[in-house]
């Protein structure tokens, strides 16, 4: 065994919250423990606490607040004068300089496992296997504990989707993303510092510690309060070390709307929403909602199937992860490092006896192929695609391999949508349009003389905006649209159909919104694109 390696990857382990150093250490190495308290003793200096004598904690000097900050005890032999420390890092300088300078005098040191510190200091020993973990209390003793717990809950107090934990070559800075907007939360200087806020998000998410040089995906659930929230991870390295991306998913967060969570509350215009709902009902055939990533399709399908389950039909849904809960629907979380893939789940499905299934995403060959057969065999099929229009739906599908006649045969119909930022109600003002934007509206046949401008105030944090709204196109599949896919018609033949349809566009429902002062030209712009015109 590499003692200095071993022992530097558990004090880095212990000091991001994971358990104590001898306890990390039994396990990653499987040797007996009195094998590697003598093997710390020769290599490292320091024994480790057995049990074998009989000592009590001394809290005189060294009081039990101080001591359950820096989980650390002194104990007190029955019999002579010496003076043991026993600790969950005793290699730790902070932790050395307290205690000598507390006692008076320098101890031994002992390395103790958690269930032992736990005995002497009260509460459940931090070693033991958790599946959802607890923000760190107030005076925990460690900035980087407390440096992530925070970054947490203000992800949560906030309503921010991911957090982002950026390392460079002198720190880590942590990035909220709140209503589809990167903004920095917090920043905590030192490369070791750094290092060791990744590390406290593996031990976490339960990732190995040592590798540093691959990607690593992971999740954990953490209580906030009265909320349980899971959180995805993604761990990737870079030049300065690695960064981290934290998901939050909300389960309850549908449910917290109330039992009829629907499209209404998610924004969708009346029109669009009733198309939907037309194209939810029929009893097979697929319905795909496609957008870029962080542009709703989950919760939007997610509020379909509320709509939907009345109890007498039997809904299966297969997901990567489980985003939110639904009652008396039957969930399936992916698990591909068990062999729980998409294509494999959506077979067993297909033995379950269902009616209605979500596929949670559309990402390999198999996956679409057993999806389209599916919707072909009776079943009605959700599931969600990344592509930006219709159009794109196509091609995707066609660049997986899929056999387009039947792929068409299949498809209900296709809901693309985008999520826009909200003017904020209490601070939006006006201001004349640039020249660009009078020329680009004159391109569109509007002559307008103001437009909403974001302002900020203490109720949008400064932003100006307040929450996002849907924008979506609804599109129901017709015959003549299968014929022109089929047949392999140029795009302007496509669009020309659609349009004769009268779905309204992506833009002009941007458009509408911004005429209503429910956003801005700028938010346009980033969503949704000028070059729609």
Not at 323 to 330: D, I
Not at 339 to 364: K, N, Q, W, Y
Not at 385 to 390: D, E, F, G, K
Request: aromatic share 4%; net charge neutral; charged share 25%.
């Amino acid at each position: 065994m590499q003692l200095r390696s071993s022992l530097q990857a558990a004090r880095r382990v212990c000091q991001s919250g994971g358990g104590a150093v001898w306890d990390v250490l039994r396990r990653s190495t499987g040797l007996p423990p009195a094998e590697l308290a003598r093997l710390l003793m020769t290599g490292a200096g320091v024994g480790a606490w057995l049990g074998d004598m009989q000592a009590e904690p001394d809290f005189s000097a060294w009081p039990l607040e101080r001591a359950r900050a820096l989980r650390c005890v002194v104990l007190r032999a029955e019999r002579g004068d010496a003076c043991i420390a026993v600790a969950a890092d005793p290699w730790s300088d902070d932790v050395g300089r307290a205690v000598t300078a507390a006692i008076g005098k320098t101890p031994t040191w002992l390395a103790a496992g958690s269930d032992d510190l736990a005995r002497w200091l009260g509460g459940n020993g931090e070693g033991s296997e958790r599946t959802t973990a607890r923000p760190a209390s107030r005076d925990s003793g460690s900035p980087v504990i407390d440096f992530v717990d925070a970054a947490l809950r203000a992800a949560y107090r906030v309503g921010a989707s991911d957090v982002h934990f950026e390392c460079d070559r002198a720190g880590a800075t942590v990035k909220l993303r709140q209503d589809g907007v990167m903004s920095t939360f917090a920043r905590m200087e030192g490369v070791e510092r750094a290092e060791e806020v990744i590390s406290r998000i593996k031990v976490l998410a339960q990732l190995d510690i040592t590798e540093r040089r691959t990607p690593q995906d992971g999740r954990f659930r953490i209580e906030l309060g009265e909320a349980t929230i899971d959180l995805r991870v993604s761990i990737m390295p870079s030049v300065f070390g690695e960064d981290a991306v934290l998901r939050l998913l909300d389960k309850a967060q549908l449910r917290s709307r109330g039992d009829a969570a629907s499209l209404d509350l998610l924004g969708f215009e009346a029109e669009s929403s009733q198309r939907i709902r037309d194209l939810a009902e029929l009893p097979h055939g697929m319905l795909l909602v496609t957008g870029p990533t962080g542009s709703g399709k989950t919760t939007t399908v997610y509020a379909v199937l509320s709509e939907i389950n009345t109890g007498i039909e039997k809904i299966i849904t297969i997901e990567d992860p489980v985003e939110y809960e639904l009652h008396g629907v039957l969930q399936i979380p992916v698990n591909e490092r068990k062999g729980l893939t998409f294509a494999r789940g959506l077979r067993s499905i297909l033995r379950h006896d269902p009616d209605r299934i979500l596929v949670g995403e559309i990402r390999d060959p198999e996956t679409a192929s057993i999806a389209v057969q599916s919707a072909l065999t009776g079943h009605q099929v959700f599931t969600t695609v990344h592509a930006n229009s219709i159009f794109d739906v196509t091609g995707r599908f066609r660049h997986l391999g899929v056999d387009m006649f039947g792929f068409m045969s299949s498809l209900n119909g296709v809901v693309v949508q985008r999520l826009i930022r909200t003017c904020c109600p209490h601070c939006v003002g006006e201001r004349e349009p640039n020249e660009r934007e009078l020329r680009w509206l004159s391109q569109l046949g509007l002559a307008w003389t103001a437009v909403p401008k974001p302002v900020g105030c203490d109720a949008c944090h400064g932003t100006g905006y307040r929450g996002r709204s849907v924008i979506a196109e609804v599109h129901a599949v017709d015959d003549r649209l299968r014929d022109l896919v089929l047949g392999g018609a140029e795009l302007a033949l496509l669009r020309r159909h659609v349009t004769e349809r009268g779905v309204q566009s992506l833009l002009q429902s941007a458009l509408t919104m911004v005429e209503q002062r429910k956003t801005t030209i700028e938010e346009v712009r980033r969503v949704v694109g000028w070059h729609a015109a």
